[in-house]
């Protein structure tokens, strides 16, 4: 299994980083990995979404898939988890924790079977963990922006 992790600290309390996490509808104004995304953040609910294709090397590359719900405690945690049978199964998560200058937010993802098996770790760090962070950096963009207003 590859793991993704990254980690960045929103100055914001928890509750408004889990308002635009929560918000699906809105993510195609945000999120430069999870392009789409419809429903609600509800534990259990299958969630159509579009994501980027870290693994192609056709630019654009996207991937369209329902996951569902597995983590979902307002101001704490958000996953979602996707699978094909034998050839992926992938956990996406937020945990959101309370510190001094705002929110730290953990962000990653577990990837497992038989596609994510051919990814060596130079990959990961080259293609998977980059867009990670952009998540992390957008997510603190849209916060700010929504405080401001």
């Not at 308002?19 to 609600?40: I, K, M, T």
Request: aromatic share 8%.
């Amino acid at each position: 299994m590859h793991q993704i992790r990254t980690q960045a600290v929103i100055a914001a309390p928890p509750q408004a980083v889990w308002a635009v996490l929560a918000d699906f509808a809105s993510y195609r104004a945000w999120n430069p990995l999870n392009l789409e995304a419809h429903g609600q953040a509800v534990l259990g609910a299958k969630i159509p979404m579009v994501f980027r294709n870290l693994a192609s090397a056709k630019p654009g590359a996207k991937i369209s898939q329902t996951v569902t719900l597995v983590a979902c405690e307002p101001g704490k945690a958000l996953a979602w988890a996707g699978h094909v049978p034998l050839l992926f199964r992938g956990r996406h998560h937020f945990t959101l924790e309370a510190v001094p200058a705002g929110t730290r937010v953990l962000h990653g993802e577990d990837l497992a079977g038989l596609i994510p098996l051919t990814f060596s770790q130079a990959q990961i760090a080259r293609d998977f963990r980059p867009a990670y962070e952009a998540v992390n950096v957008a997510l603190a963009a849209r916060v700010a922006a929504l405080a401001a207003c």
